[in-house]
């Protein structure tokens, strides 16, 4: 068996055994022992920051160059999997449904590479196996270290179930949206629901306010700038007959431009207030500001699709999302570019049938060596 293919083997089993072990955000212990048993025995460094979940390995080239950085996410979802996979998961009620199963895996067999190519490699690469994504914070426990400190640019990916095996999603620009979240409380005063007229009545203004909502992409943001509000929650009282003191609105907004953001939430924040005094109630907003957009560097991306053509792939523009990604907070420093690696068409990603072609691991780790190397 050549090495090439006793690689792809091992990448291969290593992916099966993190699908069939997935383990929710910060409790990623499992996960994170056996990427480091992994890379321990393939001689790749590991820095020794106290993570209590997530770890970050070093390959220090040989050669003078830039210090990079590769980002790939490590935590499963509260998702029961619904495959005929063989490795399908053995966590009743988790699941690797969003493909962080690939992004590991990727991420060693790009180590393990690396390592090997030291004497080529020009510079550093710092590969951070990120625990917490999906909470759109986990980022900050990586960042709280000093990993970060000399990093010139940050490279990010994720699984793409849009595209096929072989299909690259890569383009200048914002991919993935500001995801922030807000609280609202509309305090009324409670009184029989048979006279509304002895008190305020907080779900009349709370419906108003929703109603409100909806005007500010249609009416206050640029038409060709993406924006939405979705309201996910509302909740009041307790019976049929007496109207509460309180009702509570609950959603999120998400925007990709930066000064859209900040717009939107000074809206939100009117409507809610304005709107409430109309009716006689309050309004108590909190605003709870999570990762901001991803925006890939356009130097970043025009390399990284020269490359891909390099190794075969073929390129085509990144779809947008308004799903966030923390991998934004890297960002906020230094250039970064977040790619689409296509893993064969099927259900969208945090669906319980989601699945990664494993045929995809080796290339793309592969192709993120070239990126890497190429300075
Ligand atoms: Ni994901």
């Known amino acids: 068996m050549s090495d090439k293919e006793k690689l792809k083997k091992d990448l291969t089993d290593w992916f099966e055994w993190f699908h069939a072990h997935p383990e929710l955000s910060?409790?990623?212990?499992?996960?994170?022992?056996?990427?480091?048993?992994?890379?321990?025995n393939a001689g790749v460094k590991i820095l020794p920051y106290d993570l209590e979940t997530g770890l970050v390995a070093v390959i220090e080239g040989e050669k003078k160059g830039p210090v990079q950085a590769l980002r790939c996410d490590i935590d499963g979802l509260p998702v029961t999997e619904q495959t005929d996979l063989p490795y399908i998961s053995e966590c009743p009620g988790k699941m690797h449904a969003c493909?962080?199963?690939?992004?590991?895996?990727?991420?060693?067999?790009?180590?393990?590479?690396?390592?090997?190519?030291?004497?080529?490699?020009?510079?550093?690469?710092?590969?951070?196996?990120?625990?917490?994504?999906?909470?759109a914070l986990g980022a900050l426990k990586i960042l709280a270290t000093d990993v970060m400190d000399g990093v010139e640019q940050i490279w990010g990916i994720h699984s793409d179930?849009?595209?096929?095996?072989?299909?690259?999603?890569?383009?200048?620009?914002?991919?993935?949206?500001?995801?922030?979240?807000?609280?609202?409380?509309?305090?009324?005063?409670?009184c029989h629901g048979a006279h509304p007229d002895d008190g305020i009545d907080p779900i009349a203004a709370a419906t108003?306010?929703?109603?409100?909502?909806?005007?500010?992409?249609?009416?206050?943001?640029?038409?060709?700038?993406?924006?939405l509000i979705s309201v996910a929650r509302i909740q009041a009282g307790t019976t049929w007959n007496v109207i509460p003191e309180t009702a509570e609105i609950e959603g999120t907004v998400?925007?990709?431009?930066?000064?859209?953001?900040?717009?939107?939430?000074?809206?939100?924040?009117?409507?809610?207030?304005?709107?409430?005094?109309?009716?006689?109630?309050?309004?108590?907003?909190?605003?709870?500001?999570?990762?901001?957009?991803?925006?890939?560097?356009?130097k970043m991306a025009e390399k990284s699709s020269?490359?891909?053509?390099?190794?075969?792939?073929?390129?085509?523009?990144?779809?947008?999302?308004?799903?966030g990604d923390d991998f934004s907070l890297y960002e906020e420093n230094i250039p970064g570019c977040y790619i689409k690696i296509g893993t064969g068409k099927g259900p969208?990603?945090?669906?319980?049938?989601?699945?990664?072609?494993?045929?995809?691991?080796?290339?793309?780790a592969e192709y993120l060596v070239e990126l890497l190397m190429e300075v």
Not at 164 to 176: N, P, Q, S, T
């Open 26 to 40: 910060y409790e990623e212990y499992g996960t994170t022992d056996k990427i480091r048993e992994i890379l321990t």
């Open 208 to 227: 108003a306010i929703v109603q409100g909502f909806w005007t500010i992409p249609a009416r206050n943001m640029n038409a060709f700038h993406p924006t």
């Open 99 to 135: 493909g962080h199963d690939f992004h590991i895996t990727v991420g060693i067999g790009c180590a393990i590479l690396l390592q090997a190519q030291k004497k080529d490699l020009a510079g550093t690469v710092k590969i951070i196996f990120q625990p917490g994504e999906e909470t």
């Open 306 to 323: 020269v490359v891909a053509e390099k190794c075969g792939f073929s390129v085509v523009p990144e779809e947008s999302s308004m799903g």
């Open 254 to 298: 998400r925007t990709l431009d930066r000064e859209d953001r900040v717009l939107f939430e000074k809206r939100v924040k009117e409507i809610a207030t304005g709107v409430a005094r109309a009716y006689g109630a309050e309004a108590e907003i909190t605003w709870i500001a999570g990762a901001p957009s991803v925006y890939n560097d356009g």
């Open 348 to 364: 969208t990603i945090h669906q319980p049938n989601f699945r990664v072609d494993e045929k995809a691991i080796l290339p793309a």
């Open 161 to 190: 179930p849009t595209n096929e095996v072989g299909v690259l999603g890569i383009r200048e620009g914002y991919v993935a949206a500001a995801a922030d979240r807000f609280v609202i409380k509309v305090k009324g005063t409670g």
